[in-house]
C-alpha cells in the first residue's frame, strides 16, 4: 500500500510540472536551461549520497547518454512552449500520443514486428486528437507543438531503453539531464543568449528551484528506488495518470483559461483509457 502511495505521488508531482511551466514567466529555452542545471546539481548529490557503486562511467557511454539527454532537452523546450503559446490541458492531451510515436519507432529501433494492437491504439489516439483539433482550433500552434514534443519523448524513451542496464539507473537520468544541459549551454554560446538566461527574477527563481528540487530530481530518483518493488509496467500504467491529474489541477487551480470544450474532455479520456487498455493487454499476454 505504501509503495503504490509513493508512486502515485510521484506520478502526480510530474503532473504539477506543466502548470509550474504556467507559473514561470520565464520563455521556454531558458526555463529548461535552468531546470536541467538544477535538475543536474540534485540528482548527482542524490546519487553520490544514495547510490553505491562508481558514478563515473566510461567515455563512449557517456557520449550516448549525453545525445539521449539533448532529445529530452529538445522535449522540455517543446513542452514548455507549448504550454506558453496555448495552455496546460492542450499540452498535456497531446503528451498522450508518445504512445503512438513510440509504437511506431520502437520496431525499427528494436528490430521487432509490429504490434498490431499499437496500430488499432494509434488509430484510436489518432481520431481523438483529430477531434481535439476540430474543436480547439484556436490552439493550433500549441497542438502542434505539444505532438512534437511528444514525438521527441517517444525518441528519447525509446533510446533511453536502449541503454538500459549498462550502468546503474541513477548513473543513467543524471548523466542524460547534465548532457542536456551541456548540449544547451553550448546552443546559447553560439546564438550569443547566454548572457540572457542570468535575467531571471527572484519569483521565478525559486519557482524553478521547486521546479527542479521537488518536481523533477526527486520524483526521477524515488521511481528508480521504487523500480526494486514494481514491475515496469505498474510504472507506466501510473504515468498515464499524469494528463489526468495536470489537467484536473489546472482547471481548478487556473479557471477560466484552461475550461475547454466537453468533445476535448471525452477524447482526452478516451486517449488515457486506450493508453492503460493496452497494457494491461501486453502484461496479460507476457
Same mark, same amino acid.
Not at 546519487?47 to 562511467?57: L, P, R
Not at 486506450?274 to 507476457?286: S, T
Given at each position: 500500500?505504501?509503495?503504490?502511495?509513493?508512486?502515485?505521488?510521484?506520478?502526480?508531482?510530474?503532473?504539477?510540472?506543466?502548470?509550474?511551466?504556467?507559473?514561470?514567466?520565464?520563455?521556454?529555452?531558458?526555463?529548461?536551461?535552468h531546470r536541467m542545471l538544477l535538475t543536474s546539481c540534485f540528482l548527482i548529490a542524490f546519487v553520490s549520497i544514495f547510490q553505491k557503486g562508481n558514478i563515473?562511467?566510461?567515455?563512449?557511454?557517456?557520449?550516448?547518454?549525453?545525445?539521449?539527454?539533448?532529445?529530452?532537452?529538445?522535449?522540455?523546450?517543446?513542452?514548455?512552449?507549448?504550454?506558453?503559446?496555448?495552455?496546460?490541458?492542450?499540452?498535456?492531451?497531446?503528451?498522450?500520443?508518445?504512445?503512438?510515436?513510440?509504437?511506431?519507432?520502437?520496431?525499427?529501433?528494436?528490430?521487432?514486428? !509490429?504490434?498490431?494492437?499499437?496500430? +488499432? $491504439?494509434? &488509430?484510436?489516439?489518432?481520431?481523438?486528437?483529430? @477531434?481535439?483539433?476540430?474543436? #480547439? %482550433?484556436?490552439?493550433?500552434?500549441?497542438?502542434?507543438?505539444?505532438?512534437?514534443?511528444?514525438a521527441f519523448g517517444a525518441l528519447f524513451s525509446v533510446f533511453n531503453g536502449k541503454l538500459h542496464g549498462q550502468t546503474s539507473s541513477g548513473n543513467i537520468?543524471?548523466?542524460? !539531464?547534465?548532457?542536456?544541459?551541456? +548540449? $544547451?549551454? &553550448?546552443?546559447?554560446?553560439?546564438?550569443?543568449? @547566454?548572457?540572457?538566461?542570468? #535575467? %531571471?527574477?527572484?519569483?521565478?527563481?525559486?519557482?524553478?528551484?521547486?521546479?527542479?528540487?521537488?518536481?523533477?530530481?526527486?520524483?526521477?530518483?524515488?521511481?528508480?528506488?521504487?523500480?526494486?518493488?514494481?514491475?515496469?509496467?505498474?510504472?507506466?500504467?501510473?504515468?498515464?495518470?499524469?494528463?489526468?491529474?495536470?489537467?484536473?489541477?489546472?482547471?481548478?487551480?487556473?479557471?477560466?483559461?484552461?475550461?475547454?470544450?466537453? %468533445?476535448?474532455?471525452?477524447?482526452?479520456?478516451?486517449?488515457?483509457?486506450?493508453?492503460?487498455?493496452?497494457?494491461?493487454?501486453?502484461?496479460?499476454?507476457?
Amino acid at each position: 500500500m505504501l509503495t503504490q502511495l509513493r508512486l502515485h505521488f510521484i506520478v502526480f508531482l510530474w503532473g504539477f510540472t506543466a502548470i509550474l511551466g504556467k507559473l514561470i514567466s520565464l520563455e521556454a529555452n531558458h526555463l529548461v536551461w535552468h531546470r536541467m542545471l538544477l535538475t543536474s546539481c540534485f540528482l548527482i548529490a542524490f546519487v553520490s549520497i544514495f547510490q553505491k557503486g562508481n558514478i563515473f562511467i566510461n567515455k563512449s557511454l557517456a557520449i550516448k547518454l549525453i545525445g539521449v539527454g539533448c532529445l529530452m532537452a529538445i522535449h522540455w523546450l517543446f513542452f514548455f512552449h507549448s504550454i506558453k503559446v496555448s495552455n496546460v490541458s492542450i499540452t498535456l492531451a497531446c503528451i498522450s500520443t508518445a504512445t503512438l510515436f513510440v509504437a511506431l519507432i520502437e520496431p525499427l529501433v528494436f528490430r521487432r514486428r !509490429i504490434d498490431w494492437s499499437e496500430i +488499432v $491504439l494509434g &488509430i484510436i489516439i489518432t481520431i481523438c486528437m483529430l @477531434l481535439i483539433f476540430k474543436t #480547439e %482550433i484556436r490552439y493550433k500552434e500549441g497542438i502542434f507543438y505539444g505532438i512534437v514534443c511528444a514525438a521527441f519523448g517517444a525518441l528519447f524513451s525509446v533510446f533511453n531503453g536502449k541503454l538500459h542496464g549498462q550502468t546503474s539507473s541513477g548513473n543513467i537520468i543524471t548523466y542524460e !539531464i547534465f548532457g542536456g544541459f551541456l +548540449v $544547451l549551454t &553550448i546552443y546559447f554560446l553560439f546564438t550569443g543568449d @547566454l548572457n540572457g538566461i542570468s #535575467e %531571471i527574477s527572484s519569483n521565478d527563481f525559486w519557482w524553478v528551484l521547486l521546479l527542479a528540487s521537488v518536481f523533477t530530481a526527486y520524483p526521477m530518483f524515488e521511481s528508480i528506488r521504487l523500480m526494486r518493488y514494481i514491475s515496469p509496467f505498474t510504472l507506466v500504467l501510473a504515468v498515464n495518470l499524469e494528463p489526468v491529474y495536470g489537467i484536473v489541477f489546472a482547471y481548478l487551480i487556473f479557471g477560466e483559461s484552461e475550461h475547454m470544450n466537453p %468533445i476535448f474532455y471525452v477524447a482526452s479520456a478516451v486517449m488515457i483509457l486506450a493508453i492503460a487498455l493496452n497494457g494491461i493487454i501486453k502484461a496479460r499476454r507476457k
